[in-house]
């Protein structure tokens, strides 16, 4: 029955039923630990043959509830959620790519994981090789090697605010037989649904959308369940886990293997765990979700068109702008909105763009985006000031460039704003 609810009910219902008596709202579980009768049920959780709560590191019934809804919501297998986004893109990762191992990804990324794909996974041993998100896919299959282990994309880039061709990227995931990891953070399920167009394994920050309210760090690994794991490349999907009496992830749990390994494994030995309390934050912001990316995209359209009319913007770059090189991407891939987050390029760059983030009233200077405030930032000088010009340049980055993230305000107010930060910025 649930798999025939719609977004908008999975969203409030999904997750968490209670029985008589019990809370109408989902509890928080703030407990490390949970209470057994027998050492038989213990050793069947230790030995993976029951998934009852053992332990708050591996699970617990509050972040459980909030898993379910989020994966029925996207339409995956199983989810695990994390302590923040940056966990969920290491642990998508390092759960099936190990040392002398080898990722693609688009070079359009999210600062921070631009930087764990530049700097830290090639510590740990694994390499990344970066393409042109607009490369055709003969490119971007010259990227692979032998040991290429997953292709790796922004379903919309972050600053960039590029578009993913999905078709094109999912055939060639396909073809060279690897998972494709989307991180879907930006149009949240609401707005795009990944696992629908080709991708195998989905991600999120849930500190952005999904919370909505700016109030919790944590991230989400969502498990298509479509990837055939038993391809030569996975072994550690595929042989036994000695730390597990030499069990095998897809003869014992299938469709679900990947996510319960990363779990079992990485989970049990890492420890990027949330807590029960902002599982139930992330549950609360999920409940309205569909609303908010609503009138997300209403505002920052609204705003977008509004900007491209200004005579102190240069440019504007907002993937629901028939102007935008995505714009038949977006009607394809985001038919119900292209989400809050716009950028666009002021008259007397980088000054006059501090100038109009200082100006801002209405609108707060904070480095963040997906509240339900609006907000600015100048990313040049702030998340993408570690990497080089050049470096910056391939993420989309110019001196000019300011990144609003539009809340769910009313119009009017947020118009206001824009127009006396403008105004005194050409002054
Ligand atoms: C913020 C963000 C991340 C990292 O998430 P944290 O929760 O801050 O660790 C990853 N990807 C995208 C697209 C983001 O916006």
């Given at each position: 029955m649930k798999k025939n609810w719609k977004i908008e009910t999975q969203a409030i219902q999904s997750g968490y039923s209670p029985k008589a008596t019990e809370p109408r709202v989902l509890p928080i579980m703030q407990s490390t630990t949970f209470k057994y009768?027998?050492?038989?049920?213990?050793?069947?959780?230790?030995?993976?043959?029951?998934?009852?709560?053992?332990?708050?590191?591996?699970?617990?019934?509050?972040?459980?509830?909030?898993?379910?809804?989020?994966?029925?919501?996207?339409?995956?297998?199983?989810?695990?959620?994390?302590?923040?986004?940056?966990?969920?893109?290491?642990?998508?990762?390092?759960?099936?790519?190990?040392?002398?191992?080898?990722?693609?990804?688009?070079?359009?990324?999210?600062?921070?994981?631009?930087?764990?794909?530049?700097?830290?996974?090639?510590?740990?041993?694994?390499?990344?090789?970066?393409?042109?998100?607009?490369?055709?896919?003969?490119?971007?299959?010259?990227?692979?090697?032998?040991?290429?282990?997953?292709?790796?994309?922004?379903?919309?880039?972050?600053?960039?605010?590029?578009?993913?061709?999905?078709?094109?990227?999912?055939?060639?995931?396909?073809?060279?037989?690897?998972?494709?990891?989307?991180?879907?953070?930006?149009?949240?399920?609401?707005?795009?649904?990944?696992?629908?167009?080709?991708?195998?394994?989905?991600?999120?920050?849930?500190?952005?959308?999904?919370?909505?309210?700016?109030?919790?760090?944590?991230?989400?690994?969502?498990?298509?369940?479509?990837?055939?794991?038993?391809?030569?490349?996975?072994?550690?999907?595929?042989?036994?886990?000695?730390?597990?009496?030499?069990?095998?992830?897809?003869?014992?749990?299938?469709?679900?293997?990947?996510?319960?390994?990363?779990r079992v494994q990485l989970m049990r030995d890492l420890g990027a765990t949330p807590s029960p309390f902002n599982s139930f934050m992330f549950n609360l912001g999920a409940e309205t979700l569909p609303l908010r990316m609503e009138r997300h995209s209403q505002n920052a359209l609204a705003v977008a068109k509004h900007l491209e009319a200004h005579p102190s913007v240069s440019w504007v770059n907002y993937p629901g702008l028939e102007s935008h090189p995505s714009y038949a991407l977006t009607q394809k891939y985001l038919p119900k909105g292209a989400s809050g987050v716009l950028t666009f390029g002021i008259k007397g760059g980088r000054d006059a763009g501090i100038t109009f983030m200082e100006s801002c009233q209405l609108i707060a200077l904070v480095v963040h985006v997906g509240d339900a405030r609006s907000c600015v930032l100048h990313p040049g000088s702030t998340t993408h000031r570690q990497l080089s010009e050049a470096q910056q340049v391939a993420c989309g980055v110019s001196p000019d460039l300011i990144r609003l993230s539009i809340g769910i305000e009313n119009i009017d107010d947020i118009l206001a704003d824009i127009d006396q930060a403008l105004a005194a910025s050409q002054e």
């Open positions: 009768e027998s050492a038989d049920h213990v050793a069947q959780l230790f030995d993976l043959d029951c998934a009852d709560p053992m332990y708050t590191r591996i699970g617990n019934p509050t972040t459980s509830a909030f898993e379910a809804k989020i994966a029925e919501m996207e339409g995956g297998v199983g989810a695990l959620a994390t302590s923040s986004g940056q966990a969920a893109t290491t642990l998508s990762i390092l759960n099936i790519c190990h040392a002398g191992e080898h990722v693609v990804t688009t070079t359009t990324l999210y600062g921070g994981t631009y930087s764990l794909f530049a700097n830290t996974l090639p510590k740990l041993g694994i390499e990344v090789s970066f393409v042109d998100p607009n490369a055709s896919a003969d490119e971007i299959k010259k990227a692979f090697r032998p040991e290429t282990r997953c292709l790796f994309g922004e379903t919309i880039g972050n600053p960039g605010l590029n578009v993913l061709d999905f078709e094109k990227f999912a055939a060639v995931a396909k073809e060279m037989d690897v998972p494709l990891i989307i991180d879907n953070t930006f149009p949240t399920p609401f707005l795009c649904r990944p696992l629908e167009h080709g991708a195998n394994i989905v991600m999120h920050s849930t500190t952005k959308y999904i919370d909505g309210h700016a109030t919790s760090v944590g991230g989400v690994i969502i498990d298509g369940g479509t990837f055939n794991w038993d391809n030569g490349k996975f072994a550690t999907m595929t042989e036994p886990d000695s730390s597990y009496h030499g069990l095998k992830y897809i003869e014992k749990f299938g469709e679900m293997a990947y996510i319960v390994k990363a």
